[in-house]
């Protein structure tokens, strides 16, 4: 084999080798890409917006039994208003968030969903009754309205939130520790890839270099003598064997 044969075999190897270890990185880089996204698209986004929409519905909640203790017909008025606007806004932001996708259908987040939307659309048509009352200044029937309708309406309804809420928690908990578990790993497996292709680097080199040399001594005159030649013990130098 020529001296550009062997020269151009180190030099695939070396390309092939960085190859498979930025491939191997790519990949890994990939993994760890799509981890980050599924937490934050699905599940951390997801938390954050059902936990507004929790805020919305605890507010109009606390509106509504501020009402029921107002004396002052335009004081009742003016909580009544606020508290339409905090049923509205629960209602607007649970519909976004389906309309932005953030229902996870491959995990069985859909089923969730439904209930919650059943559960609140429940509360609030009983809330709209309870103001009505209130707001007509029937306070004995409000209160009656209040224990018998409402109420169980905004427990089933919390029970609904704090589920799928707590849903998108354990789920983002667990897709957390997936892409812990994949930058470790990754960074383990990079250092060792390093490791490997730094040795097999300087064999390969070692190869090319040896090779030149020995096709090379033929040519600059270098004598080329075997591992099996003998060795003055004096001097060092080496003879050839007689």
């Known amino acids: 084999m020529d ?64 009402e029921g203790m107002a004396q002052d017909p335009a004081e009742r008025r003016r909580i009544d208003d606020a508290c339409g606007v905090a049923i509205d806004s629960a209602r607007r932001q649970l519909q976004a968030y389906d309309d932005k996708g953030e229902v996870d259908d491959a995990h069985g987040e859909r089923p969730l969903y439904a209930r919650t939307v059943a559960a609140y659309g429940a509360y609030e048509t009983s809330a709209g009754e309870l103001r009505a009352l209130l707001l007509a200044g029937e306070k004995r029937k409000a209160d009656a309205f209040y224990f018998d309708q409402t109420f ?29 578990s994949l930058v470790h790993y990754g960074k383990i497996g990079l250092v060792v890839g390093l490791g490997i292709a730094l040795l097999l680097g300087i064999v ?11 096709a090379l001594a033929p040519i600059v005159g270098i004598p080329r003598f075997s591992s099996r030649e003998g060795k003055d013990r004096k001097g060092g130098a080496w003879l050839p064997r007689k």
């Not at 080798?17 to 760890?32: C, D, K, P, Q, Y």
């Not at 939130?161 to 897709?175: C, G, P």
């Not at 390969?204 to 020995?214: E, G, N, Y």
């Open 152 to 180: 169980p309406r905004i427990e089933e309804s919390n029970r609904a939130f704090d589920d799928e809420v707590r849903f998108n928690v354990d789920h983002l908990k667990e897709s957390g520790k997936r892409g812990v």
């Open 3 to 66: 001296i550009g044969k062997r020269i151009t075999i180190g030099l695939v190897f070396l390309i092939i080798l960085n190859l498979l270890v930025g491939g191997f990185a790519i990949v890994r880089m990939i993994r760890v890409d799509s981890q980050m996204k599924d937490i934050v698209q699905n599940w951390a986004l997801g938390a954050a917006d059902l936990s507004a929409v929790q805020a919305a519905l605890n507010r109009s909640q606390i509106l509504l039994l501020i």
């Open 204 to 214: 390969a080199a070692v190869f090319v270099i040896r090779s030149t040399a020995l």
